[in-house]
């Protein structure tokens, strides 16, 4: 059963874009976040933010090109 908020056969692709332009800027919030901290160990957090945040835009991308791995 749809919540309120779905729409039966709705596009993905809205929600997909949506979600990369979020995760985007988390990607750069923690890299320029890296620079103003001075602390080795939370700059290694933001810089692991980035990456796995990096690797999700990848796996959406991967997913709205219509990868092999997605169909």
Do not use: I
């Amino acid at each position: 059963m749809a919540s309120q908020n779905q729409v039966p056969g709705g596009d993905p692709r809205e929600h997909t874009a949506h979600l990369r332009s979020m995760l985007a800027e988390v990607v750069q919030h923690a890299r320029d976040d890296v620079g103003r901290v001075a602390e080795p160990k939370a700059q290694a957090l933001f810089e692991t933010t980035a990456e796995v945040c990096t690797g999700l835009l990848t796996a959406y991308q991967h997913y709205e090109q219509n990868e092999p791995a997605w169909r």
